[in-house]
């Protein structure tokens, strides 16, 4: 588990990250539950292995405060660094149960002997039609490309509108399922209302919607962007191309400010400038409400990104 030294570098960490102007690869999050032992794990001492993996992977790994046993894990960028990122942290929890000789939470042996990790992912159930695919077809390729064992769950993880999913097997298998899984979730954006779970929420919480963004533009997340208490506020900046703005800001303001009301946040988009080929949103407000209003501009976005060139 991780000392009080050691979330305070993880701290520093995620706040010292900054995110780029524009990317012009499809982003997307996804995020793991970890018991706190594990999480401790791979936070390393002063937040060494932790850093050690952002740099690596490319990809930001934000930890969730939590006072709980679980402890949610948020893996942002885009396909190839999230999946180095998932290999980076199998690899360490295979190390972890080779130096202890047995089984640890979370991993298992196979029938040869070598060691069976589990990652317990969580997805919105709108996307998990789309991992299962038509008939079970989807999630039976992943198995038989990857090795990979795959496990939907059938109900909605408590107090939210998202699904655990369970994939066990070796580090290589899992980190080829991590691919297939983004895959397809760069493919599905999440659709309908998002209600995030949070480990063992009191009962009849209400809770703000947070969204994750999957699509392309910008790099997403703040350093600081996590599970957090306390009123903190947050400014990260996007850059839309000005082609696409017309479907943030909407019929005189209308889009525009169903996201700010929906969100909470402060949005501002800058006027134009000289022969600048994007146009500059900065959002202000706490985490969650910068995540949300995020997610809603670039669900705006790429709607409007496939109805121009996809269908040219």
Same mark, same amino acid.
């Given at each position: 588990?991780?000392?009080?030294?050691?979330?305070?570098?993880?701290?520093?960490?995620?706040?010292?990250?900054?995110?780029?102007?524009?990317?012009?690869?499809?982003?997307?999050?996804?995020?793991?539950?970890?018991?706190?032992?594990?999480?401790?794990?791979?936070?390393?001492?002063?937040?060494?292995?932790?850093?050690?993996?952002?740099?690596?992977?490319?990809?930001?790994?934000?930890?969730?405060?939590?006072?709980?046993?679980?402890?949610?894990?948020?893996?942002?960028?885009?396909?190839?660094?999230?999946?180095?990122?998932?290999?980076?942290?199998?690899?360490?929890?295979?190390?972890?149960?080779?130096?202890?000789?047995?089984p640890i939470e979370g991993m298992g042996v196979?029938?040869?002997?070598?060691?069976?990790?589990?990652?317990?992912?969580?997805?919105?159930?709108?996307?998990?039609?789309?991992?299962?695919?038509?008939?079970?077809?989807?999630?039976?390729?992943?198995?038989?490309?990857?090795g990979a064992s795959i496990q939907v769950a059938?109900?909605?993880?408590?107090? @939210? !509108?998202? $699904?655990? #999913? =369970? %994939?066990?097997?070796?580090?290589? *298998?899992?980190? /080829? +399922?991590?691919?297939? &899984?983004?895959?397809?979730?760069?493919?599905?954006?999440?659709?309908?209302?998002?209600?995030?779970?949070?480990?063992?929420?009191?009962?009849?919480?209400?809770?703000?919607?947070?969204?994750?963004?999957?699509?392309?533009?910008?790099?997403?997340?703040?350093?600081?962007?996590?599970?957090?208490?306390?009123?903190?506020?947050?400014?990260?900046?996007?850059?839309?191309?000005?082609?696409?703005?017309?479907?943030?800001?909407?019929?005189?303001?209308?889009?525009?400010?169903?996201?700010?009301?929906?969100?909470?946040?402060?949005?501002?988009?800058?006027?134009?400038?000289?022969? @600048? !080929?994007? $146009?500059? #949103? =900065? %959002?202000?407000?706490?985490?969650? *409400?910068?995540? /949300? +209003?995020?997610?809603? &501009?670039?669900?705006?976005?790429?709607?409007?990104?496939?109805?121009?060139?996809?269908?040219?």
């Amino acid at each position: 588990m991780a000392t009080p030294d050691d979330e305070a570098a993880l701290q520093m960490s995620q706040e010292a990250e900054t995110p780029e102007d524009l990317i012009t690869e499809p982003v997307l999050s996804i995020r793991m539950l970890m018991s706190s032992r594990d999480v401790g794990s791979i936070i390393g001492k002063g937040g060494i292995t932790i850093k050690t993996f952002r740099e690596q992977s490319g990809a930001r790994i934000n930890i969730s405060n939590s006072t709980s046993s679980e402890r949610l894990v948020t893996i942002t960028g885009n396909r190839e660094s999230i999946c180095k990122a998932f290999e980076a942290i199998g690899v360490k929890i295979e190390q972890d149960q080779a130096a202890l000789k047995q089984p640890i939470e979370g991993m298992g042996v196979g029938v040869d002997g070598s060691a069976t990790i589990s990652f317990r992912l969580v997805i919105q159930t709108s996307q998990c039609g789309s991992l299962i695919g038509k008939g079970g077809s989807k999630i039976k390729e992943i198995r038989e490309k990857t090795g990979a064992s795959i496990q939907v769950a059938g109900e909605t993880l408590p107090n @939210s !509108t998202e $699904r655990a #999913v =369970t %994939i066990s097997g070796s580090h290589n *298998a899992l980190t /080829m +399922a991590i691919s297939q &899984i983004t895959n397809i979730m760069l493919e599905n954006p999440p659709r309908g209302p998002f209600i995030p779970y949070k480990p063992h929420a009191p009962p009849n919480q209400t809770f703000q919607p947070r969204v994750t963004p999957s699509l392309p533009y910008q790099a997403p997340y703040a350093a600081n962007f996590q599970t957090a208490a306390g009123p903190a506020t947050t400014t990260q900046q996007m850059r839309i191309p000005n082609d696409l703005i017309g479907c943030v800001i909407g019929r005189k303001g209308q889009k525009i400010h169903e996201i700010r009301v929906t969100s909470g946040a402060q949005i501002k988009i800058a006027n134009s400038e000289g022969e @600048s !080929t994007d $146009r500059l #949103v =900065t %959002i202000t407000g706490t985490p969650e *409400a910068v995540g /949300m +209003a995020q997610y809603l &501009i670039n669900s705006s976005c790429t709607l409007e990104y496939r109805a121009k060139y996809n269908s040219s």
